[in-house]
């Protein structure tokens, strides 16, 4: 044994009691002893993730986004792999109206959410603020692109008018014209016109877009976790099928996934959730 290893031990366990401490702190909403225990914590051993998150999880009760970019950078540099960490720090972005770079963290901590509990209430968190975020950029985007078209038609218009009134067109002409410039505008507008998801696109059991879609033997595709939930719970069975099914049986639709992601992508509206 090296002549610090107890010193060393006796840190580590000083500071995983404090840990617990600060836990305890926050369970009773006292944010500022918890931050100050998680703090002395991370005095004694710096280099443990955990700490970081969870006095950045106390920052982010107090809306103290700064705070929670700082530690949750520093928690990603010591383990990059720290789905709490993406997440708050993706949420700190968002509060920055980085949105872009806030949605990128989300997505980060979604998938590195799901290797870890596809089932997990986090999960669902995470993907509740990223629909949330992807939903306001789309909104954004979308009343820009409005303006821009509706802008573009007045100014077609206008020149319809005048080219109809110094080449005297007939009425009728006029009429036809101006009828094909406003289909081709309906047309430009529609991926921003709200409209039904494609069924294939939808879970049978939830019947929303999917999220994470895995493929049973037969051919069905399910929400991950719901079809987990329904394995656990009602039995292993395929709900629609009722052949035999297991977990291990279950391997991820990256072909609707990626379909997902395209029509999302295009059409940002479908992010909103009830």
Not at 70 to 87: G, M, P, T, V
Not at 260 to 265: D, G, I, K, M
Request: proline share 4%; net charge negative; hydrophobic share 35%.
């Amino acid at each position: 044994m090296g002549p610090n290893a107890g010193s060393l031990s006796w840190a580590a366990k000083q500071a995983e009691q404090l840990r617990i401490n600060g836990n305890s702190y926050f369970n009773k909403d006292r944010f500022g002893a918890a931050i100050d225990a998680y703090t002395e914590a991370i005095t004694l051993c710096p280099d443990i993730p955990i700490y970081w998150t969870n006095r950045a999880l106390c920052h982010r009760k107090r809306n103290d986004w700064t705070r929670v970019e700082e530690d949750c950078r520093k928690a990603i540099q010591l383990d990059n792999s720290s789905f709490k960490a993406h997440y708050m720090l993706g949420l700190a972005l968002l509060q920055k109206e980085e949105y872009a770079k806030g949605v990128k963290e989300l997505e980060k901590a979604l998938d590195l959410g799901r290797g870890a509990n596809p089932k997990g209430y986090m999960v669902e968190e995470i993907w509740q603020e990223l629909a949330k975020a992807k939903y306001l950029e789309w909104e954004h985007a979308s009343t820009n692109r409005s303006w821009e078209l509706q802008t573009l038609k007045e100014a077609c218009e206008t020149a319809l008018e005048q080219k109809h009134y110094f080449l005297d067109e007939s009425t009728d002409t006029h009429l036809k014209q101006l009828e094909a410039l406003g289909r081709v505008f309906i047309k430009a507008a529609e991926d921003d016109t709200p409209t039904e998801v494609p069924d294939y696109l939808c879970c049978k059991i939830t019947l929303d877009i999917f999220r994470d879609p895995v493929i049973t033997p037969s051919g069905l595709t399910y929400e991950r976790a719901v079809i987990l939930d329904h394995l656990q719970k009602v039995g292993k069975f395929d709900p629609i099928t009722r052949e035999p099914l297991y977990p291990s049986q279950l391997v991820s639709n990256l072909a609707i996934k990626e379909a997902v992601q395209a029509f999302l992508e295009k059409h940002g509206w479908a992010y909103k959730m009830d």
